[in-house]
């Protein structure tokens, strides 16, 4: 069964600083891995998608790498202002479709 | 286009009600799913239409716990006879076909059973 894990569970950082998030899974077999953000009471809003073919995606202060065979992820998020405040969470799809997720890691931008 | 909505976004039941929740999809996604998240938890997966033909229910919790989508758009998630633990927000996504499509998510339905 495929298990997704995020590492910090939480984050407190200054604004201006880069900082990385960290996703693993275990089960190789994947399409591909998405990065969501989620803000308190809202749904989720994509930020990047890596095809398992890919990787790396880049988007503005944003760039996700992906490395399937040892089943990991990663977010770098540069230069953190507040406004990025927010739950971030990552998905491995599944083949059969579904999405699994990790539990997420809180950040904290302080101004 | 607009993006998938939901509705209501909050309910709140009493044990034992029951209740139908709604996700209209992006127009054109021949996919939907339905996924639970819980407090301080990510998403989990429900059950996932290909336009009418529900392909995947492996994640439905338990028998009280049925959803449909009949003409392959509007689906409903319905629970019946509702248990405190079936509070959370309820997710639902839809996508294009194909293995590498993204799934486009709704602002969820928030329900709380008191």
């Known amino acids: 069964k495929q298990e997704v894990t995020q590492i910090p569970a939480a984050l407190s950082v200054p604004e201006g600083e880069n900082l990385v998030l960290n996703c693993s899974f275990t089960?190789?077999?994947?399409?591909?891995l998405q990065w969501f953000r989620q803000d308190p009471g809202k749904g989720l809003t994509s930020l990047l998608l890596i095809q398992s073919s890919q990787r790396e995606q880049t988007s503005g202060r944003l760039n996700a790498s992906l490395d399937k065979s040892s089943g990991r992820s990663t977010l770098y998020i540069a230069a953190s202002q507040p406004g990025d405040s927010a739950t971030y969470l990552c998905a491995v799809k599944e083949y059969g479709n579904k999405l699994v997720f990790g539990a997420g890691t809180i950040l904290r931008v302080k101004s | 286009g607009a993006g998938v909505s939901q509705s209501p976004r909050y309910k709140v039941a009493k044990r034992g009600q029951d209740v139908a929740l709604r996700c209209d999809p992006i127009?054109?996604?021949?996919?939907l799913f339905w996924y639970q998240q819980a407090l301080g938890q990510g998403p989990e997966f429900l059950t996932y239409f290909q336009n009418e033909a529900q392909l995947d229910k492996s994640g439905l919790p338990s028998d009280r716990f049925f959803a449909e989508r009949p003409e392959g758009s509007v689906s409903t998630l319905k629970i019946q006879r509702t248990q405190q633990e079936d509070s959370a927000v309820y997710l639902c996504?839809?996508?294009?076909?194909?293995?590498?499509?993204?799934?486009?998510f709704g602002p969820g339905t928030r329900l709380t059973v008191t």
């Open positions: 996504a839809s996508s294009l076909p194909g293995a590498a499509s993204e799934q486009y």
């Open positions: 127009s054109g996604h021949v996919s």
């Open positions: 089960d190789s077999a994947i399409y591909n």
